[in-house]
């Protein structure tokens, strides 16, 4: 069994390279262990490390007249040799693996993905709250949408007054029936103002924003070689 | 044993043909469908925080007609559940209560492999339908890959003589079909299993046929 390996240090950890070629006619069953000072990072599939690999090493079949590539990272300092045969035996035929690990690794995943959960539930802690109490608690989708969107009460409102500009009487006694009646319009009216203030305020703030984020340039060089 | 009932394709009825084939086998029937929960649930500790270490699989049952491990109905839930607990979990349900009937969720996931890797039998349900008998075919083809050996598959919801040769031959085991009932629709809903709400009815005897093959792969 000839084994070559590499390996390469970066930030504390050690990334081992190693190929295993088998000259015999036979199948071998390999024992690879790590001589590094740390335990074996070993590669992952879905969360489960690959089949063979322990904390130690790895268990691989290396077919005959074939070579196999394997790689691990070791949180530990570079060392001669990072890793060594330690046994070499005939591969018996060990049949199909069908434990749960070997059905996680090779199936998709069945979670949601992360994003979904951040847009329909609260969080982590109360979601058996949220399962038991869908109907009985109202859910906080404006708080949400104001931290989202920081515009969207301001479109809501010209919006709202450009439809009331532009309907006819008809259609205008159904907006001001879904707007509080001739009150709810006169409020509405004065917020505008406010708020014309507020976006030409708020826009004013972001141009002299834009422009500092123009000016600034970070002493990027100078703190690469420092560090 | 472990009995995963499997079929590939959603809406076929597993959910149905699980609950009723474990009232017939006097079974534990667990939900596996963590992202899509169907059995009944109450206020307590789901499938959910069993895999997610919060409980263990004796505090999540629930007693009933059948007893249910029911499944959390929530998205965090099942993002928080770790899959590769579920063949634990489902060992230890099958030593303390003798046969746990696994209702798998629809598609090929990890969710599905798990209790088919650890099935000691399977039970494919699918739809007399041409498109559905395809999901079923990748589903055998799952659980043979797994080592879960087929021991029959329900045809669910039939109404007009179904094609039994055909199916028996692409599928490759012996085919038990489940006439189309209103009272093996509503029995999950209404805790109700047929074999013991109407256990003179064609379903209740389809059911009792489908437990029989699979109490003999036992032996």
């Known amino acids: ?83 060594a045969v330690e046994a070499v035996e005939p591969a018996a035929d060990r049949g199909g693996e069908t434990d749960p690990a070997t059905a996680v690794r090779k199936l998709g995943d069945h979670r949601p993905p992360r994003d979904v959960l951040d847009r329909c539930c609260d969080g982590t802690e109360s979601d058996e709250s949220v399962v038991a109490e ?35 009487v008809e259609g205008a006694t159904d907006l001001l029936a879904t707007n509080d009646g001739l009150v709810g319009v006169e409020v509405l009216a004065e917020s505008l103002e406010a708020d014309a203030t507020r976006l030409r305020a708020l826009a004013a703030a972001a141009e002299t924003l834009a422009d500092r984020a123009e000016a600034a340039t970070p002493p990027t060089q100078s703190l690469r070689r420092l560090s | 044993m472990i009995v995963a009932v499997a079929g590939g394709k959603g809406g076929v009825g597993k959910s149905t043909v699980a609950y009723n084939l474990a009232a017939a086998l006097d079974a534990v029937v667990v939900d596996g469908d963590l992202g899509m929960a169907n059995l009944p649930a109450d206020h307590g500790p789901t499938l959910h925080d069993v895999l997610a270490g919060r409980a263990s699989a004796r ?71 041409p498109f559905a008998l395809a999901d079923a075919l990748r589903t055998r083809e799952l659980a043979r890959e797994l080592d879960a050996p087929l021991v029959a598959v329900a045809l669910n919801r039939v109404v007009e003589e179904p094609p039994i040769p055909t199916v028996r031959d692409a599928l490759g085991a012996p085919v038990e079909s489940v006439p189309a009932d209103p009272r093996v629709g509503q029995s999950v809903e209404e805790e109700a299993p047929v074999v013991d709400a109407a256990p003179d009815s064609d379903p209740a005897a389809t059911f009792a046929a489908l437990a029989g093959r699979v109490d003999s792969s036992e032996k």
């Open chain 1, 1 to 83: 069994m000839d084994l070559d390996w590499t390996q390469q240090s970066a930030a504390g950890v050690s990334l081992v390279a190693a190929r295993l070629r088998n000259r015999r006619a036979t199948d071998r069953r390999v024992r690879l262990e790590n001589r590094l000072d740390g335990p074996v990072f070993p590669p992952r599939r879905n969360g489960v490390p690959e089949a063979g690999w322990d904390r130690g090493g790895v268990t691989t079949v290396v077919p005959a007249g074939g070579t196999v590539a394997l790689g691990y990272a070791c949180p530990a300092p570079e060392s001669t040799p990072p890793v």
């Open chain 2, 59 to 129: 505090e999540a049952l629930r007693a009933g007609p059948v007893t249910v491990l029911p499944c959390g109905r929530s998205l965090a839930g099942a993002r928080a559940a770790d899959v590769s607990a579920l063949g634990d979990a489902l060992t230890s349900v099958e030593r303390e209560h003798g046969t746990a009937v696994v209702d798998c969720p629809a598609g090929l996931r990890a969710d599905v492999g798990v209790p088919l890797a650890v099935a000691d039998a399977a039970v494919l349900v699918a739809a007399p339908e």
């Open chain 1, 134 to 168: 869908t109907s009985t608690r109202p859910r906080k989708t404006t708080s949400s949408t104001d931290t989202h969107e920081p515009l969207t009460d301001y479109r809501t409102r010209i919006e709202t007054a450009e439809a009331l500009g532009a309907v006819g």
